[in-house]
């Protein structure tokens, strides 16, 4: 894999390219997720039911709406989250080869990712997509449009990326000037970030956050209503039953794997963007590309589409110093905030001939 690139695909993700990948990623799990959690529905409206006078075909009508609300919920929400990542996503870059060393570079989401071969954990080949596992939870679906009309294209993508990952070239990357202002070295298998992935949910946040107020209200309701013993049973019994549903929930949320690095990371960043490496390889990534930056009190996490960056607090010698890293790197997201679209994201944008081809097609 030496001289010039030898493979380079661009396109741009469909909606039928996306439900490909929620289809292979979640495929197996969503009958049993949306089995549970409309059994998890039953249980609590079937207490509330009970706690409520009357009830009759009214009560049981509105219990079963609930359950069938609650099934769809869960087995769209997957598609859902990924048509949100995805709009933002925008066109999908891979290259193989290149000059000296073997390279393979992928550019989505506005992030730029050399990837080091041990990254690349396997390769599946589907009817119409290809779907390239890598480390850290990462899937790049690669629509068979996407590798070329000619004939044997895709065994030659499948023996150019097999090659790749059996070498053993060092990744050797270093981040520009511009991006250096600020160098941390951590390691995030000493520390607890798996809560960061919650920064990075707002769709699973805003979900259990409701379900927790709507369990509390319905459970407390009774009791503050009527003092009686058997309303306050109730109450009770509906708090049990929804606060398991609730853990059971968050706990499924937090077991998920997040796109985010793992092991030793090193991390630069300075006006012109960030450069950041791990055991997967280097991404390049500009302010414009950053979502949000949040910070507490044991971490700050960068926000992006569809992955987060965690910065521990043991990557600073001192509170004031981790201090002044939030104040330089928020102040260089909101500059680039304020900045119009220019260079790549232009010639990507709306303002391409309308009348041209799709680039999948060019």
Sequence with gaps: MTGAPRLALRWVPSERDRL??????DG?????????????ALAVGAVIVRALPGGGFVA??????????????AWRFPIVR???????????????????????TVFRGGLEQRLAPGAVERLVVDVDHVFLHLAEAQIVTIPCRALGAERGGLDRFVRTVDGFRRSRADLDDAP???RAAWSLRYDLRRVGVSGAGRHGGDLERLLLSALAVGIGVAGLGP??????????AQGLELLVVGGAALAGLTAAVLWERRRGPEGPVALAVGPDGGWMRSRAGSIRFGWDKVLGVEAAQRLVVLRFADRVLPVPEGAFAHEPEQQRFVGDVRGWWRAARRKPLSGRAVAEGPSADPFAPPASER
Excluded: Y
């Design 82 to 104: 990924s048509r949100r990542a995805g709009g933002r996503a925008g066109p999908v870059e891979v290259t193989l080869g290149g000059e000296g060393a073997p390279a393979m």
């Design 28 to 40: 197996r799990r969503r009958p049993w997720r949306a089995g549970l959690v409309g059994a998890l």
């Design 223 to 232: 009791w503050l209503l009527s003092a009686s013993p058997r309303a306050a």
């Design 20 to 25: 490909a990948e929620v289809d292979h990623v």
């Design 176 to 178: 520009e000037p511009g």
């Design 60 to 73: 049981v009508a509105v219990l079963a709406a609930g359950v069938a609300v609650a099934t769809v919920a």
